[in-house]
């Protein structure tokens, strides 16, 4: 029999990880919903034919898995007073917020997998980095697994504190995708582009490139990249002038920062438990 999963918080990421569940076959009488604002709950029923409550304590008993997919400051409110069954599978895509938290919230006899996806998970082409402590059954990783991989890829990580490393590289890399497409398509505008034209260009160029990556499965990217740098042509000019200026040692910094100040909000979060 399938499991009944419920979801504390309705937000983005829950809705795409209960579209992707339904497109995959689980029946939608098996997934519940806690969300407390009555439009966003309107809007789940209509779009998903859901249940869905005002509490997280009206969806949690009887639950094979929880996913827990509320902002992490609504953590501690979100799970008070609560216990989940036991065998129960806990599922947090909330950014800091450690297994040892919600152990101490929601009991010893439930188990616990910590995610990091990203954003594109909300279009099914995210990938999410899962840890699960030592000793938690297969099963309960499955599970786990089943539920992240509707909203695309998904890495298992080997140790806790790679959850920052992920959250750095993938968790905010949209946003470096983001930032480098706006810095190209400004640096075509300076070369006489019009804007629109350059905008184009700089999108499909990466959408592009990143496809051509994904199909060529065992060719590494240096390869890739080998491919199109002709000795002596434009593109090398390019390539070398981006690495005089810095390029991997930027993104070594911006990496850096970033997993800093993941585990930054993450000892601020367990200060507040």
């Not at 009991?107 to 980095?129: E, S």
């Not at 993938?170 to 070369?191: H, I, V």
């Not at 990496?255 to 100040?261: E, I, K, M």
Request: a neutral charge.
């Amino acid at each position: 029999m399938l499991q009944t999963i419920a979801f504390i918080g309705g937000g983005n990421m829950a809705a795409s990880l209960i579209g992707g569940l339904i497109a995959a076959g689980h029946p939608a009488e098996r997934l519940r919903v806690a969300e407390p604002l009555p439009e966003r709950a309107e809007w789940l029923r209509r779009q998903f034919g859901l249940q869905v409550r005002s509490t997280a304590a009206e969806v949690v008993p009887g639950a094979g898995a929880l996913v827990l997919a509320v902002k992490p400051q609504q953590m501690g409110e979100a799970l008070a007073g609560l216990q989940a069954d036991p065998g129960c599978v806990v599922v947090s895509v909330a950014a800091g917020v450690r297994l040892a938290r919600l152990r101490r919230a929601l009991g010893d006899a439930a188990h616990y997998v910590r995610t990091m996806p990203n954003t594109p998970a909300l279009i099914g082409k995210g990938i999410t980095g899962l840890y699960a402590a030592d000793g938690t059954p297969a099963a309960a990783r499955e599970l786990a697994e089943s539920v992240l991989a509707t909203a695309g890829a998904t890495v298992w990580l080997r140790r806790e504190e790679d959850i920052d490393a992920v959250t750095a590289l993938s968790g905010s890399g949209p946003a470096y995708f983001f930032l480098l497409t706006e810095a190209l398509r400004e640096a075509g505008e300076k070369l006489g582009l019009d804007r629109d034209t350059a905008a184009r260009l700089a999108l499909h160029t990466f959408a592009g490139s990143a496809q051509m990556a994904a199909a060529e499965g065992a060719r590494d990217v240096v390869e890739l990249r080998a491919q199109v740098t002709s000795k002596g042509g434009t593109t090398e000019a390019a390539v070398k002038s981006l690495e005089a200026a810095g390029l991997r040692r930027s993104f070594d910094e911006a990496l850096a920062a970033a997993a800093n100040r993941s585990r930054e909000l993450g000892d601020l979060l367990d200060a507040q438990s």
